[in-house]
């Protein structure tokens, strides 16, 4: 090397940042002896300098102070490919070396997402500012000047390896603790949704001439919702939800439900108000909610916001999939879009799969003549957008049909 003081090679923004062309040496006194402490932590430590004689002083105070695992090298150019495939745990580092200089490994260090919190240690001769603001700049751990005291040596490196311990540790909590959130946060998923099968269910097995319905309603609302470009979470909560739509019918009179023939019109009236028990039994609210129900409808946007969409998500579509797109349904009357779109969508699901299905008191029609009436219905009973998207997944409804058929 020259004995000239020079810049720094590498990076280019490093330039004009005067260093000292020849590495001063580190000096170990021979009379000088590092206390071996019994709090040493453990820890990797490797040493980067150009000049072997500074490596092995280094270890040598450093295997005095009580450490033992080491990785050293004296070529620049191997440096940051030693970092990566043995993962010290502090880095002696000397910024002035042919080649490859310190602050350029310090900035591929840093580069690294896993090394960013690896303690570095500057050993330098350097003392002008302009050097130390870069390496700071960089997230360089701590400064050395050459030559070192041997007695500053091992307390930093102690240092540097207690505090990365620490936030290792702190680390690996945080990321133990998210794990831990993740897992209980999808046990109570599931939780949740088992609370709503068995609930439809439930209501399947009082009214018992409907078999799978629920099961096939929710899946058509599901092919529906997907055809419309709703988010696939979405999509998986509503073809759950759909399934509760008529859970209401739990409250109804067995006189009422089970009655074989044609309804007396106040019996229609007690059977359409399945609709206002469905949304209490799922999301009970209290009188004064009531009026804020019936001036505004949650809108589906909302809904796809909120932290607890499942549950809010059944109790929409319990209390809306009798309303019509021209406000001629119940039990409030809405029209249009303030009709919450999951309504709209299990309105389509569920009338055709009463349509479809034979019950007590009709045989199924054909699913030409089910489309048919579903078409009669476009823009005063369905909503136009929610029927197309209906038609478009023509080939899965008749897929669920048949995996969901009611056998006698």
Known sequence: MSSNVSSI????????????AVNAPLVLDSQVRVERRQDVPPGKIMIVDDEIANVLIAKKILSQAGHSDFETTTDSTVAMNMIHTREPD???????????????ILSQIRSVEKFKRLPVLILTANTHSEVKLRCLELGATDFLIKPIDPMELAPRVRNALQSKMYHDQLFYHAAELEKIVLRRTKELEKSRREVIYSLARAAELRDNDTGNHVIRVG??????????????????????AAQLHDVGKIAIPDAILLKPGKLEPEEYEIIKGHVKHGRQIIKPFAAHDAATMRSHVQTGSEILSDGTSLMRLAASIAQTHHEKVDG????????????????????????????????????????????SILEEGRGTHFDSDVLDAFFAGAADIVRIQVEFADYA
Do not use: W
Request: proline share 10%; net charge negative; with cysteine.
């Open 90 to 104: 502090v880095v002696l580092l000397d910024i002035n070396m042919p080649h490859v200089d310190g602050i350029s």
């Open 9 to 20: 090679n590498h990076p280019s923004s490093n330039q004009g940042i005067p260093v000292p």
């Open 328 to 371: 001629t349904g119940y039990p409030i009357g809405l029209a249009g879009d303030d009709i919450p779109i999951e309504g709209r969508i299990t309105a389509v699901a569920d009338v055709f799969d009463a349509l479809s299905s034979e019950r007590p008191y009709k045989k199924a029609m054909p699913r030409e003549k089910c489309f």
């Open 219 to 240: 899946r058509y609302a599901g092919v529906i919702a997907r055809n419309l470009g709703l988010p696939e979470r979405f999509v998986d909560d509503l073809e759950l």
